[in-house]
C-alpha cells in the first residue's frame, strides 16, 4: 500500500523567509515517482516538480529546491525567498512505477500563507 | 498548448439527481484520471481512462463511473447523488498515464 504522510498542516511565514514543506512517504514498490503540486485558491492542481526514485540528485530551479532521501522516505520541498503569491495548499504525491497504474497517492497537503 | 479543461465549472444539485462532468484533456494526451477532493478524505483517485478502456479504479461505489471518447475526452457521472458526494471533482490527462499528470480547474459540485 502507498502512502503519503504531510505532518505540517499549516505554515504561516513572513515574505522573503525561507521555507520547507516536508513529505514521507511508503511503499513496497522499488521503483516509483515522487512529486509536488501546488493549489491555489482557484482549485486546480498545477505542477510543480517531480523526482523519480533512483534519482536522489537534489536541484535547485529559480526559488525551488527539493531533497530526496531514498534512506529517511522523505521528499521535502524548500522555497527560497518567499513570496505573497506562493500561499497555496502544497500536496506532495507519489505514483508506482512501472506498469499502467497512475494513481496519485496524495498527502493531506500544507497550507502555506506568507504575510506581507 | 492549451490545458486540461472541465466543465462546468460549478454545479448544484439536489440529492437523488444524477450529474455528468466534462473534461478535455491536453492535446495528445491519450489518459484521463479523475480524483476527488472533499475536506475530509483528501484527494482520492476514482478512476483511469486510456484509449476509451478503463485502465485503474479506485475504491468507489458503482454510483461512480466514466467513459472516455475516440478523442481523448472523458466524461464521469454520479448517479443518485448524496450529500457526501458535495467535491471538487477533478481531471488529470497525461500522454499514456506513465509522465506526469496536469489537472484541470476542477468541478465544484455541491449536493442538496
Known amino acids: 500500500a502507498q502512502k503519503v504522510t504531510q505532518a505540517q498542516t499549516e505554515i504561516s511565514v513572513v515574505e522573503k523567509e525561507d521555507v520547507t514543506l516536508d513529505c514521507v512517504y511508503e511503499?513496497?514498490?522499488?521503483?516509483?515517482?515522487l512529486f509536488w503540486y501546488k493549489q491555489p485558491p482557484s482549485g486546480e492542481l498545477v505542477f510543480l516538480i517531480r523526482r523519480n526514485s533512483f534519482d536522489e540528485q537534489n536541484e535547485i530551479s529559480g526559488r525551488y529546491s527539493w531533497n530526496f532521501q531514498k534512506s529517511t522516505s522523505s521528499f521535502n520541498f524548500t522555497i527560497t525567498a518567499s513570496q505573497v503569491v506562493d500561499s497555496a495548499v502544497y500536496f506532495c504525491a507519489l505514483r508506482p512505477d512501472p506498469g499502467a497504474n497512475s494513481k496519485l497517492t496524495f498527502g493531506k497537503g500544507i497550507t502555506l500563507s506568507v504575510r506581507p | 498548448k492549451a490545458g486540461v479543461t472541465q466543465t462546468p465549472r460549478y454545479l448544484i444539485k439536489t440529492r437523488g439527481q444524477q450529474v455528468t462532468l466534462s473534461c478535455s484533456p491536453i492535446?495528445?494526451?491519450?489518459?484521463v484520471s479523475w480524483y476527488q477532493q472533499t475536506p475530509g478524505q483528501g484527494l482520492q483517485f476514482l478512476f483511469e481512462y486510456f484509449s476509451e478502456t478503463q485502465r485503474n479504479k479506485g475504491n468507489f461505489p458503482g454510483r461512480f463511473s466514466g467513459r472516455q471518447f475516440s478523442n481523448s475526452r472523458s466524461e464521469m457521472n454520479v448517479s443518485t447523488l448524496e450529500l457526501g458526494d458535495s467535491a471538487l471533482y477533478l481531471c488529470?490527462?497525461?500522454?499514456?498515464?506513465?509522465?506526469?499528470?496536469?489537472f484541470g480547474p476542477g468541478t465544484r459540485l455541491l449536493v442538496l
Open positions: 511503499t513496497r514498490d522499488t521503483t516509483y515517482y
Open positions: 488529470a490527462s497525461s500522454v499514456t498515464g506513465r509522465e506526469t499528470q496536469y
Open positions: 492535446s495528445g494526451h491519450r489518459s
